[in-house]
């Protein structure tokens, strides 16, 4: 859930935000002041917050307005109440990037391509294979934005994806970062913001450059609401760059008719092929599971559901008393801490529902997915699930099996896809 009590008295505070008027505590004379909702031909209205629009029979409140249901946990914006906005102003020029971690040369070639979609104010789409090394490729360009005095924000569908990239972030540039997300601090204003994409709807005309991390990802893939946050939320004259591991019909659409640059990266960084996944019937999965355990290996096991997840855990250690099992979703409390003690090898089975699918590393992991087949598991969330193994130099390799009850077309599709990028690395298959 967003965090929608965000109170803002300091003027600097709005400068290329976009927020209900109700949230501001003092709204500064020079304010541009945007109605909340407009009314379009026939019934329709449209939300000038996220762009939605609706019957207007279906959203009105009990008094003589309209509201959007679009974007209520963000803050509920109505018809008769404004957003209101300030002109994004520079920042101090700074070279703040004190990385010193050095490239290969497909990841060099990709960073060069960025820092000239930034010179051109231009669209590109990097598709890189997981394990690729994206968040390096992108600091350069990063850089140039910081440099001029230009503002920049990345933004990805999900919490801990986020929270990752800003410790990595600070470690790697001197700039503030601001880092926005449901659960987070308040915002404050810095030259380079880390944000889950729902946040881009608090920001208008704000950006030189726009990374968004994960297209891919629910729930901004094929999610108009967002595309149009991310429309508003950069300058009309700016650079936006698409990462992901997988593509998607929307992108394709767009590479197709010219609109986006579209550049590959089919190996990892220290220059192994991704694993490929086993399809297993899914009554071998205890006999495959006690075989994994001899190898002492820290083992992820992705399960579908959230309940189902949870007795699953619970049964597992039953099973297996001698193990140290944690379970997290998207609903479990301290998920961040099960993550860094599994992480610790404090715990040596994790089950997760994909809420881990993306953007966590974890050093010689195995992977089993149980129950491979179900709707849960897209053809993207498999290819990510899948990308987490074999990422670390000391063990480039590792075990994915898809326990299954029946061959999904997903399934089908993650392993196809996965062939295809080890053969574009210059992989035998
Ligand atoms: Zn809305």
Not at 179 to 202: M, N
Request: proline share 4%; net charge neutral.
């Amino acid at each position: 859930m967003e965090n929608f009590s965000v109170y803002i008295s300091m003027r600097e505070n709005l400068l290329g935000r976009c927020l209900p008027d109700y949230q501001v505590d003092e709204i500064p004379e020079d304010t541009v002041r945007i109605e909340g909702m407009t009314f379009l031909a026939g019934q329709q209205i449209v939300c000038n917050h996220c762009g939605s629009q609706f019957d207007k029979r279906t959203v009105k409140l009990q008094i003589e307005a309209y509201y959007c249901p679009a974007c209520l946990n963000m803050g509920r914006v109505r018809s008769d109440q404004r957003l209101i906005s300030l002109p994004q102003e520079s920042f101090e020029p700074c070279d703040a990037l004190v990385w010193q971690g050095k490239l290969t040369k497909y990841q060099a070639a990709i960073s060069e391509k960025l820092i000239e979609a930034v010179a051109q104010k231009s669209q590109i789409l990097v598709h890189a294979v997981t394990g690729a090394g994206k968040t390096e490729m992108m600091y350069a360009a990063v850089n140039e934005v910081l440099k001029v005095g230009g503002s920049v924000c990345i933004a990805t569908p999900r919490i801990d994806v986020c929270i990752e990239l800003h410790k990595r972030m600070t470690r790697d540039f001197t700039v503030a970062i601001a880092l926005l997300h449901g659960e987070g601090d308040p915002y404050f204003r810095t030259p380079l913001v880390i944000a889950t994409t729902h946040q881009l709807i608090r920001f208008r005309e704000a950006f030189d450059l726009l990374i968004i991390d994960e297209v891919d990802a629910f729930p901004f893939r094929d999610n108009e609401m967002l595309y149009f946050a991310a429309k508003h939320a950069r300058k009309p004259d700016s650079t936006l760059i698409y990462l992901t591991a997988t593509s998607t019909d929307n992108l394709d659409k767009q590479v197709k008719s010219g609109q986006l640059q579209k550049v590959s990266l089919a190996r990892r960084f220290h220059g192994n092929p991704l694993i490929v996944p086993k399809l297993l019937w899914q009554k071998k999965f205890k006999s495959e599971l006690k075989k994994q355990r001899l190898t002492g290996f820290p083992l992820l096991i992705f399960a579908p559901e959230i309940d189902f997840g949870q007795q699953f855990a619970e049964s597992l250690q039953i099973d297996f008393p001698d193990e140290k099992i944690g379970f997290v979703a998207s609903t479990t409390e301290n998920r961040l801490e099960l993550v860094e003690q599994f992480r610790a090898q404090e715990l040596t089975i994790l089950i997760s529902t994909t809420i881990l699918e993306r953007g966590v590393t974890f050093p010689k992991v195995d992977v089993f997915v149980y129950n491979s087949g179900h709707f849960n598991f897209t053809n993207s969330a498999l290819v990510q699930i899948a990308g987490r193994v074999g990422r670390s130099p000391d063990r480039p390799t590792g075990l994915v099996y898809f326990f299954h009850l029946g061959r999904s077309k997903a399934m089908i599709r993650a392993v196809r896809e996965i062939k295809e990028m080890n053969k574009l690395g210059g992989f035998k298959p």
